[in-house]
């Protein structure tokens, strides 16, 4: 157990529909971290914020945003959804502001499955 | 940009066999190599990582690594394979000053009896 927690651990929509994906980061931790993760491709990384504010943005759809609030936990969310938005979705914590020295906890996912 | 490919989709091993799982990085400067272990229905797990000095790492679980710049490579080793290794390892790249990491595809590792 990383102590990263995630919610929900799985999700079935409808295309075009909105959802909202939740983490929690372990106690302490200051950065947060998305991941999306799919067959054709592979874990990429999507955003990360650290203690509220954004610090580096990866291959994120303008479809999907993020945010971080006071208390730390994070939510990812994803709107217009389509197809290919079926994945798996990551989120990590790690302690500081995200230096590669630091270690990055992953949670055990959200699977999103897109009807 | 950086890029990390792992040739071996899937790779199956007897158990007490030894291991090796292959990485190759593309980046121009010192890369920073991590490797992780995703179990089913788990998220990933850090075995270990390389920033710099001595070229073999040593993690957890009892594998290492080599980082070899000459052939832009970072093999995964253990000497005798357990059943519970059997699990997704990935391995990926980061550069100096940035926090985000570039993770090849994966290789999926079968323990057979």
């Known amino acids: 157990d990383s102590g990263v927690t995630q919610t929900p651990k799985h999700l079935i929509t409808a295309t075009g529909q909105r959802v909202t994906l939740r983490c929690s980061p372990r106690s302490g931790d200051l950065s947060v971290y998305w991941y999306q993760q799919s067959l054709d491709q592979g874990l990429q990384f999507l955003i990360q914020?650290?203690?509220?504010?954004?610090?580096a943005k990866g291959n994120i759809l303008e479809r999907f945003s993020a945010q971080q609030f006071p208390d730390l936990h994070s939510e990812l969310n994803l709107s217009s959804l389509e197809l290919g938005d079926s994945a798996l979705y990551f989120c990590a914590s790690s302690v500081g502001r995200g230096v590669l020295q630091e270690t990055q906890y992953f949670g055990p996912g959200t699977r999103l499955l897109v009807l | 940009a950086q890029s990390v490919t792992q040739p071996d989709i899937h790779i199956t091993v007897s158990e007490g066999a030894s291991l090796e799982l292959r990485c190759n990085y593309s980046?121009?400067?010192?890369?920073?190599l991590f490797w992780y272990v995703q179990s089913p229905g788990q998220g990933l797990q850090l075995l270990l990582k390389y920033f710099s000095g001595d070229t073999l790492v040593q993690g957890i679980k009892g594998f290492e690594a080599e980082f070899k710049r000459s052939q832009s490579s970072f093999n995964l080793r253990k000497p005798s394979v357990h059943w519970s290794d059997a699990a997704e390892y990935f391995c990926a790249v980061g550069a100096w000053g940035y926090s985000t990491l570039t993770f090849g595809k994966g290789t999926m590792l079968l323990v057979s009896p």
């Open positions: 980046y121009g400067a010192t890369p920073y």
């Open positions: 914020y650290y203690n509220g504010e954004e610090r």
